[in-house]
């Protein structure tokens, strides 16, 4: 497909090199920094563009937008003119009303530091149509193959589920390696553990790989962690909504046994 | 070396395995639980013990005491008559008092039914003199390259540590998946996601790679998503408490800068 890219964030620059490893085409790379928009457009071949009034409506079968949730709407009505196929990137964004008109959410954390395998992400389609769903899902299966059609209301709870999932526990991490650096420790203590965790749930639901003191009923360990904590309450009382949900968690599933 | 291993639980299972793999001899393993007992044992070519009378103590270089953290104390004192060294694995249990004593805390999370790379596990050693944890030390450098002195009161800040990098992800693992699964989504949407977050971290800090909602200051994907949440307060509290420690941390790196 001939494709424009509106924005050069993290998800439009690894989007953008994955559809032109594809094979396709992309046309332009928009974006309102010039420099911006000249680094993505040189790195998939194609024209960069600061200034919407220059993008070449002719020229592209559709156009990807990705760019900060509260700006998308205004930059596909100024779109909408060329009568083209539109989609957005957003988690949290509904499907734009009107024809021809989709989203194209990959459900992944991305870093413009950082390759990763384009083929294993989660790729979440919606169309305005059946024609138009079915085209953005054979355009993902180009792409990945893991696609999924997921409406607009599902597609908030699992943008809601990816902050618990990825943005929180990096949160975590944060916190743990604060504790070391304040100890003098070094973060590669933790690091293998980190990647275990995440591994551990690859294959496996996480309730049923709970482990540590909380899912033990170790009183006497969390006493101690928490006077550990007393400098920081807050971490105090992360410490214990995160504890105590991890004994309702695991109360609920030995209910269920 | 020769080793006694006491205990059947997780830990003794892969410590037991990646010892006799690095071509030490696993003399008798012991569990009050005979099966446990006899299953570990055969694994790694012991005997099986269920009697700590039976325990044989003359055929021991090493003790490796690997019991829930309340009973390491009373083993120990009935093992102390053998007068041969004693090591414990437990992170939160400080070096128990006397000679010959040592600690030998590896800092992975284990599960009996997944293999992992025991060379690349921490392990965290201290020894009640510096002969024991040079011995120590050369024992576990037969097993992993990752191998730290740590004292009594750093390990407690590590368990500590491990707690926030291990424990608290995985239940936000299952919150996410719960979320999922209350609108029947597949749990196999969030798998990348979760293995990259862990994978992001492995070379950077994590506060230099959040993203999300939070960091961004993004107010109303963050009222949408406590929207969301309000059928279940607690989770409400959670999403609020993580939230704002994002931005006290991002505050506090770019304060930095």
Same mark, same amino acid.
């Given at each position: 497909?001939?494709i424009?890219?509106?924005? !050069?964030? =993290?998800v439009?620059?690894?989007?953008?090199a /994955?559809l *032109?490893?594809a094979?396709?085409?992309i046309i332009q790379v928009?974006?309102?920094n010039?420099h911006?928009?000249?680094?993505?457009?040189? #790195?998939v071949?194609a024209k960069?563009?600061?200034?919407?009034? %220059?993008?070449d409506?002719?020229?592209?079968?559709l156009f990807?937008?990705s760019?900060k949730?509260?700006v998308?709407?205004?930059i596909?009505r100024?779109?909408?003119?060329y009568?083209?196929?539109i989609v957005h990137t957003?988690?949290a964004?509904p499907?734009?009303?009107g024809?021809?008109r989709g989203?194209f959410?990959?459900?992944q954390?991305?870093?413009?530091? *950082?390759?990763?395998d384009? !083929?294993q992400?989660?790729?979440?389609?919606e169309?305005s149509d059946?024609?138009v769903?079915a085209m953005?899902?054979?355009?993902a299966?180009?792409?990945?193959? %893991?696609v999924y059609?997921? %409406?607009?209301?599902q597609?908030?709870i699992?943008?809601?589920?990816a902050v618990?999932?990825?943005n929180?526990? %990096?949160?975590?991490?944060?916190?743990?390696?604060?504790?070391?650096?304040?100890?003098q420790?070094?973060f590669?203590?933790l690091?293998p553990?980190?990647?275990e965790t /995440?591994e551990?749930?690859?294959? !496996?639901?996480?309730?049923?790989?709970q482990t540590?003191p909380?899912?033990r009923?170790?009183q006497?360990?969390m006493?101690d #962690?928490m006077?550990l904590?007393s400098?920081?309450?807050?971490?105090?009382?992360?410490?214990?909504i995160?504890?105590?949900?991890?004994?309702k968690?695991? =109360?609920?599933?030995?209910?269920?046994?």
């Amino acid at each position: 497909m001939h494709i424009t890219i509106i924005g !050069s964030g =993290n998800v439009a620059t690894h989007l953008a090199a /994955a559809l *032109k490893n594809a094979g396709h085409k992309i046309i332009q790379v928009y974006s309102p920094n010039q420099h911006n928009a000249a680094i993505l457009a040189y #790195h998939v071949g194609a024209k960069p563009v600061s200034d919407l009034s %220059n993008i070449d409506g002719a020229a592209a079968d559709l156009f990807i937008i990705s760019v900060k949730d509260d700006v998308i709407t205004d930059i596909c009505r100024e779109l909408s003119v060329y009568q083209k196929l539109i989609v957005h990137t957003s988690g949290a964004t509904p499907m734009l009303p009107g024809d021809k008109r989709g989203v194209f959410y990959p459900l992944q954390t991305f870093s413009k530091t *950082k390759e990763l395998d384009f !083929s294993q992400v989660p790729l979440c389609i919606e169309g305005s149509d059946e024609q138009v769903t079915a085209m953005l899902e054979q355009l993902a299966y180009t792409l990945s193959r %893991n696609v999924y059609r997921v %409406n607009s209301s599902q597609r908030k709870i699992l943008h809601l589920a990816a902050v618990f999932a990825c943005n929180f526990p %990096n949160a975590l991490y944060a916190i743990a390696q604060g504790l070391l650096a304040e100890h003098q420790l070094d973060f590669n203590l933790l690091r293998p553990l980190i990647l275990e965790t /995440a591994e551990k749930v690859q294959q !496996s639901l996480p309730a049923e790989v709970q482990t540590g003191p909380a899912v033990r009923r170790d009183q006497k360990t969390m006493n101690d #962690h928490m006077q550990l904590l007393s400098p920081e309450p807050v971490l105090q009382d992360i410490y214990q909504i995160l504890s105590q949900r991890i004994i309702k968690m695991d =109360n609920a599933l030995k209910g269920d046994e």
